[in-house]
Each structure stands twice: as structure tokens, then as C-alpha cells.
């Protein structure tokens, strides 16, 4: 390969860097426009970055890499509750060799949407056990069989939908009531838990900004399904 010819590959990688670098930074600007504005729309608070946030909640995707961040930070009330959204990012340091046994290494971002509601005006400082419903695979069922972690309830459709983890498998059973089940299933690509006082929901990458209402909605129906006994057995003021 000539070196006039390397110049100019060289050149044109280069170049492709370059446009990639700037339609980001125009990406992430108009991604926190949109924050803003939509918070400006409601009534909420909006910050760029308030990485304080990394550190409030447990289990995967908090607590891993390194370099974690929490920005594009949403507040206010929805539907009477406290909540929260933000994009999470942490970082990990990816390792390669190639054929000829050279080894580089690069930093790997790893994306998060997070929203969630906050329960504590109906909890107190009694937080709920830790309940995860996630959409489940044959693999992933077929695993939680075997190490005896997916919980079964009654409906075969919500076993085969959902993998449910739980702490307390009593609590796991009285919160998925049968018409929580079939509001879920509506669903059934939508994760969430319950973080002690937190009800979260975890999408993978960016999600979209007007996405952010619809997510919380989704959250406010599954706590407004909740039974009253369940409230007054956790927490300590009733709903």
C-alpha cells in the first residue's frame, strides 16, 4: 500500500472521528434541551448533572465500573408522589489481544434511563422487601428454575413473561394479585422493582425523553394496584 493512499485513509478515519464527535455533542445538547423544556412544561426541576443519584440505589446497574454519573436529572411530583429520572452512566475498561498477541485497552460506556417513584409518603421509613420483575426469556426461566430464584404464581402467561425475584416470597405473591398480573402483561417488555422505598424502572441506552411521563405512569399504576393490606402491614401510613 502506497504511502499517498495510508495519507488518505488515515485521513478519512480521521475526518469520520471527527463528524462522530460533533453529531454527539449536538445529540447530548439536544437531549438536554428537551429535559429542560419538558420540565419547564411541568412544573419540574431540571438539572444537568447531580451525580448524587449514583449512589441512592442498590443492584444492577448502580454499583458497577467506574467513572458512574448521574445527568439530564428530573424532579417534581407525579400524581400526588415524589420522583425522580435521570441517563446513568458508568464505565468499564474493556481489554483485547489481537493475532499477534498485542493487547489494548479501552473505556466502554454502558447506558441507563432510570426513573422512579418515591413511596416514602406512604412507607415511612419501613421500606418494602426487594421485589425485581423483569421480562424473561426461555434461558433466564429455565435458570431461575434451576437455582429455585423465579418465583410462580398462579398465571402460567405472567410465569412465562416475567422472571420474579423476591426476598419475601409472601410479599412477591401479594403484591402480583391477579389484576396486577393482568396490567403487567400489557406490558410485558417493561421492567421494575422496588428499591426499599423506590419503585424503579432500568431501560438499557437513552430512552426517549417523551418517554419519561409514559414510564411514570406506568410506575404510578403499579403502586396504585397495590393492596391496601400490603401498605398497612410495610408501611406506615396508609395510601
Known amino acids: 500500500m502506497s504511502g499517498g493512499l495510508v495519507f488518505v485513509l488515515f485521513g478519512a478515519f480521521f475526518a469520520l472521528v471527527v463528524v462522530l464527535i460533533v453529531v454527539g455533542v449536538i445529540q447530548a445538547k439536544k437531549r438536554r434541551e428537551a429535559f429542560g ?3 419547564s ?3 419540574w426541576t431540571y438539572v444537568e448533572r447531580d451525580d448524587d443519584w449514583v449512589e441512592v440505589f442498590d443492584g444492577a446497574p448502580f454499583g458497577q465500573g467506574h467513572n458512574r454519573k448521574a445527568t439530564n436529572v428530573l ?4 400524581d400526588g408522589r415524589p420522583f425522580i429520572a435521570f441517563d446513568y452512566v458508568y464505565y468499564t475498561t474493556e481489554t483485547s489481544t489481537d493475532s499477534e498477541g498485542r ?3 479501552r473505556e466502554q460506556s454502558h447506558n441507563f434511563g432510570i426513573v422512579g417513584l418515591d413511596l416514602v409518603g406512604q412507607l415511612g421509613n419501613h421500606p418494602f422487601p426487594s421485589l425485581t ?7 433466564g426461566r429455565m435458570i431461575g428454575r434451576l437455582t429455585n430464584r423465579d418465583i410462580e404464581l398462579e398465571s402460567e402467561d405472567f410465569n412465562r413473561a416475567f422472571t420474579v425475584t423476591c ?4 410479599f412477591a405473591s401479594d403484591v402480583l394479585h391477579p389484576r396486577m398480573m393482568e396490567y403487567l402483561l400489557q406490558r410485558p417488555k417493561v421492567q421494575f422493582r422496588f428499591d426499599r422505598r423506590w419503585i424503579l424502572n432500568v431501560e438499557t441506552g437513552s430512552p426517549k425523553v417523551e418517554e419519561v411521563e409514559s414510564r411514570l405512569q406506568y410506575l404510578d ?5 397495590v393492596p ?3 401498605w398497612q402491614e410495610y408501611g406506615e401510613v396508609k395510601p
Open 228 to 230: 391496601a393490606f400490603v
Open 41 to 43: 412544561q411541568r412544573g
Open 221 to 225: 399504576g403499579i403502586v396504585d394496584q
Open 103 to 105: 493487547t489494548t485497552t
Open 133 to 139: 420483575v423483569s421480562p424473561e426469556g426461555v434461558f
Open 37 to 39: 423544556l419538558l420540565a
Open 167 to 170: 426476598e419475601e416470597r409472601k
Open 75 to 78: 424532579s417534581g411530583q407525579y
